[in-house]
């Protein structure tokens, strides 16, 4: 199985900051890496496919980028809607991982 | 607009079974490659399986093997997750999530709003 290692697992900034995540897999896995939001009693939203391709709807702040082992999601300018867990996921191979997840907290 | 409307949510006692069920509307079950992913209180996401398009077939993750069993009635465009044997570590919150096969590698564009199953004696 492919290990995904998010980090930080938690992180705090202020509204404004630029907020880097980053996950690693335990083996090449191309640019097969999608990030997702996760806000308490809510969906997931997609946020992030393909590494870098920004899913429709969601806001330009949000970033990514990475290919092969190493990955980063980057929201530039953060907002108070943004507080939420954030994970990566690998669709590479069966099965399927995701990371361990990073929560973000608004100072 | 696609939705997945999922069951609501369920308790149920050690040894028992759960099925869950996911509405789809937007689009037909056949359009979309349909996956099961399941989080714990206090922990991250979990893949249990779904469908794999390379394949055409339902592959579950090895930990669910012989415990879960993923069904679609493309009829009604409704997918089912039904876990037996169930156990305190079962306890979680279910979504079905819909790969729509539009853009780029496997991704979950289209989620449930999550079911919540409390197995408790």
């Known amino acids: 199985d492919i290990q995904m290692t998010q980090s930080p697992s938690s992180l705090s900034a202020s509204v404004g900051d630029r907020v880097t995540i980053t996950c690693r897999a335990s083996q090449t896995i191309s640019n097969s890496l999608n990030w997702y939001q996760l806000k308490p009693r809510t969906a997931p939203n997609l946020l992030i496919f393909a590494a870098s391709d920004l899913h429709n709807g969601v806001p330009s702040r949000f970033s990514g980028s990475g290919s092969g082992t190493d990955f980063t999601l980057t929201i530039s300018g953060l907002q108070p809607e943004d507080s939420a867990t954030y994970y990566c996921q690998q669709t590479y191979s069966i099965p399927i991982t995701f990371g361990g997840g990073t929560k973000v907290e608004i100072k | 607009q696609v939705q997945l409307v999922q069951s609501g949510a369920e308790v149920k006692k050690p040894g028992a079974s759960v099925k869950v069920s996911c509405k789809v509307s937007?689009?037909?079950?056949?359009?979309?490659?349909m996956n099961w992913v399941r989080q714990a209180p206090g922990k991250g996401l979990e893949w249990m399986g779904g469908?794999?398009?390379?394949?055409?077939?339902?592959i579950y993750a090895q930990k669910f093997t012989g415990r879960v069993t993923m069904t679609e009635d493309t009829s009604t465009d409704t997918a089912y997750m039904e876990l037996s044997s169930l156990r305190s570590e079962d306890t979680a919150v279910y979504y079905c999530?819909?790969?729509?096969?539009?853009?780029?590698?496997?991704?979950?564009?289209?989620w449930g709003q999550g079911t919540l199953v409390i197995v408790s004696s």
């Open positions: 469908f794999d398009p390379t394949h055409g077939e339902i």
């Open positions: 937007g689009y037909t079950l056949e359009e979309l490659s």
């Open positions: 999530a819909a790969d729509s096969g539009v853009q780029g590698p496997p991704n979950y564009d289209y």
